[in-house]
Each structure stands twice: as structure tokens, then as C-alpha cells.
């Protein structure tokens, strides 16, 4: 089974709308990280925001949001007045376990273009 | 804070050459970390080091694939007698211990091309 999906391959956005990205994610495990990178097409991967499994808020980085919904293991990622450069492909990722846990488990990411 | 870096950025070999590629992660971070990235897929978990000592390795790490990372700093990758299938962005990434919220930070990646 799919750790994380992603079922959003492709998304459009107006510049200055807010736009959010779906995952959802599967574990057993009761403490996990879930993580947001962006990856331009450059191609390096770019951390943008994360949540904890035990945090009692969403987590926001700017104007970035994540809107977590431990019940329905979803973390979705609201980006609000999106501009031009925020056009690239955004990945979800978790580490299942606590410090001592390492890999992460990507999705298959989401394509975000942002129309002027 | 000079990020992690990786060479070279673009790798163009012929099927059945070795290659081999470097991964200097962030000067204080303990873990490094190497995964694989196919065309329109998220990064799969290739292997990770804890200082010098090679803790997994994905089944996806074939005989073929060897990491090293010989003194807990800079990190080798190195792919011998490539196929056409390993084609693919190969990214690094490093994170201190005991990490909890903190990311893990990527380098550019490489991209290998097998011809």
C-alpha cells in the first residue's frame, strides 16, 4: 500500500490565489514527521514547512499552511497569494518513529503551475 | 552554512561504464542520506549513513550500487556496470542526529544519463 499519495498530478492556480495540495499518508505508527518540499525545476528539493504527529496546531510557515487532520491522516499544503516563482513540483514526505527514524517516504508530487 | 553539495550535475555515460558520484553534506550534520529520482516520481530511500557507518540499504541498492562515506564526511556513491534503468536524478542529503523537526537538506542531485 502507499505510504503517502498525492492524487493531484497537475494543479493551476491564479497568481495572488490561494492554492492547496492533498496527501494523505498510512502508518501504524503513533509518532511520525510529515514534511512539504518544493523542487523547482532546477531540481533541488526545497523544505518548506513541517508537522509533527503529536503537534496540537497546524503548522505555518509564511505563507505557507498545512492543514493536518490526524483522523483522516491528511496533510495538505495551503500556499496562499501564490506568485509566479512558486510554480515547481511539491512533494509530501514522512518519517515514521521519533529521532532515531531517518528515511523519509515521498509521494509522487504534485505539478503546481501559477497562471499570471 | 554552505548547503550540501553535489558533483558533478550531469553525468552522460555509455551502458556498462562505471560512474561514480560525491556528496559533501552540511559540515555539521552526522547523517547523510542517498536517494533515487525517476522522471515523475518523488525521491526513493536509496541508503544512510550515521557519521562513517552505513546503517541500510534499500533493496533498491543493487550489487551493482556501492556507498561509501569514509571518514563520517564526504560521501561516494558508485553505480558499476550501468543499464539504461539507472537512469535517473540521484540526490544527497544530510541532517543532524536526534533531528526531530528538523529536515533533512538536499543537494542539487545528479543526473545520470545512460546512453
Known amino acids: 500500500a502507499q505510504k503517502i499519495t498525492q492524487t493531484q498530478p497537475g494543479m493551476f492556480v491564479q497568481e495572488k490565489e490561494a492554492v492547496t495540495l492533498d496527501c494523505t499518508y498510512d502508518t501504524s505508527d503513533p509518532s511520525y514527521g510529515l514534511f512539504w518540499y518544493k523542487q523547482p525545476s532546477s531540481g533541488e528539493m526545497i523544505f518548506l514547512i513541517y508537522?509533527?504527529?503529536?503537534?496540537?496546531q497546524n503548522a505555518t510557515e509564511g505563507r505557507y499552511s498545512l492543514n493536518f487532520q490526524k483522523a483522516r491522516k491528511s496533510a495538505n499544503l495551503v500556499i496562499s497569494a501564490s506568485q509566479l516563482g512558486d510554480s515547481a513540483m511539491y512533494f509530501c514526505a514522512m518519517r515514521e518513529g521519533g529521532d532515531s527514524s531517518y528515511k523519509l517516504i515521498f509521494g509522487s508530487g504534485t505539478r503546481l503551475l501559477v497562471r499570471p | 552554512d554552505t548547503g550540501v553539495s553535489q558533483d558533478p550535475r550531469h553525468k552522460i555515460t555509455k551502458r556498462g561504464q562505471n560512474v561514480t558520484f560525491r556528496c559533501d553534506p552540511i559540515?555539521?550534520?552526522?547523517?547523510l542520506y542517498w536517494y533515487r529520482q525517476t522522471l515523475g516520481q518523488g525521491p526513493e530511500f536509496l541508503t544512510y549513513f550515521q557519521n562513517e557507518a552505513q546503517l541500510e540499504k534499500s533493496r533498491l541498492l543493487s550489487d551493482r550500487f556501492s556507498a561509501e562515506r569514509p571518514k563520517g564526511s564526504f560521501s561516494t556513491l558508485e553505480i558499476q556496470r550501468t543499464e539504461q534503468g539507472d537512469s535517473a536524478m540521484y540526490l544527497c542529503?544530510?541532517?543532524?542526529?536526534?533531528?526531530?523537526?528538523?529536515?533533512?537538506?538536499f543537494g542539487d542531485g545528479t543526473r545520470l544519463s545512460i546512453l
Open positions: 559540515s555539521e550534520h552526522n547523517r
Open positions: 542529503a544530510s541532517s543532524p542526529i536526534g533531528e526531530g523537526r528538523q529536515p533533512q537538506h
Open positions: 508537522q509533527g504527529s503529536y503537534d496540537q
